[in-house]
């Protein structure tokens, strides 16, 4: 795999793990604020944080557009935790946020609770190979429904938890807060796969 661009969106939550993830694989990682940076990116990250903050933070710097466009482009885009309740079309409980709405998911927001139920598991992911994944859930998302043309990577329990759509991924997990890099490497692998 050739050196690559990696941006993740830096409005609140852990990017700079993903930054480090990403350099961790061997790629360039790039801070992205503004509407220039999501056009010099090959690839885009959507980290965690509050999802109607990320979401509000999204139209006000005008990126809705410009991230929406370049993933209909066939840029890949991975949203973690609140990326996934950003990136699906519809929330259970809808709440008028500002969202991508890429992704043909429906998703429940806070499906395992408050901050204080937070919880770390093994996940086996088989596109991931046969070792357990190390999940992190902090008031994770899940899945309840998906669409035609959505791959189901992983559940939890009763909910799925690992979902991708041809070149969107998204994860109700932290996987930038392990030292495990398999989910990063999975995504970085997309970029090759848009661009074959």
């Given amino acids: 795999?050739?050196?690559?661009?990696v941006?993740?969106?830096g409005m609140q939550?852990?990017?700079?793990?993903?930054?480090?993830?990403?350099?961790?694989?061997?790629?360039?990682?790039?801070w992205?604020?503004?509407?220039?940076?999501?056009?010099?990116?090959?690839?885009?990250i959507l980290p965690g944080g509050e999802s109607?903050?990320?979401?509000?933070?999204?139209?006000?710097?005008?990126?809705?557009?410009?991230?929406?466009?370049?993933?209909?482009?066939?840029?890949?885009?991975?949203?973690?935790?609140?990326?996934?309740?950003?990136?699906?079309r519809t929330l259970e409980a809808e709440t008028g946020q500002p969202r991508l709405r890429l992704m043909d998911l429906v998703v429940r927001r806070n499906a395992y609770g408050r901050q204080v139920d937070s919880f770390e598991t093994d996940l086996s992911l088989p596109c991931l190979g046969e070792e357990p994944f190390r999940g992190v859930f902090i008031r994770a998302p899940m899945v309840t429904e998906v669409g035609e043309g959505v791959a189901v990577l992983g559940r939890h329990e009763d909910g799925i938890i690992f979902a991708r759509q041809g070149n969107l991924l998204t994860?109700?997990?932290?996987?930038?807060?392990?030292?495990?890099?398999?989910v990063h490497q999975y995504f970085l692998r997309m970029i090759d796969e848009s661009s074959a």
């Fill in 1 to 5: 795999m050739s050196k690559r661009t």
């Fill in 7 to 9: 941006g993740v969106l």
């Fill in 13 to 30: 939550g852990a990017f700079q793990k993903h930054l480090d993830a990403i350099r961790a694989c061997g790629h360039e990682a790039l």
């Fill in 32 to 44: 992205v604020r503004d509407r220039d940076e999501v056009e010099q990116v090959e690839a885009l």
């Fill in 52 to 88: 109607t903050t990320v979401g509000k933070l999204l139209d006000r710097w005008g990126l809705i557009e410009p991230v929406c466009r370049r993933a209909g482009e066939g840029m890949p885009l991975f949203g973690t935790c609140a990326g996934m309740i950003v990136m699906a």
């Fill in 171 to 182: 994860a109700a997990f932290h996987p930038e807060l392990t030292d495990d890099l398999r």
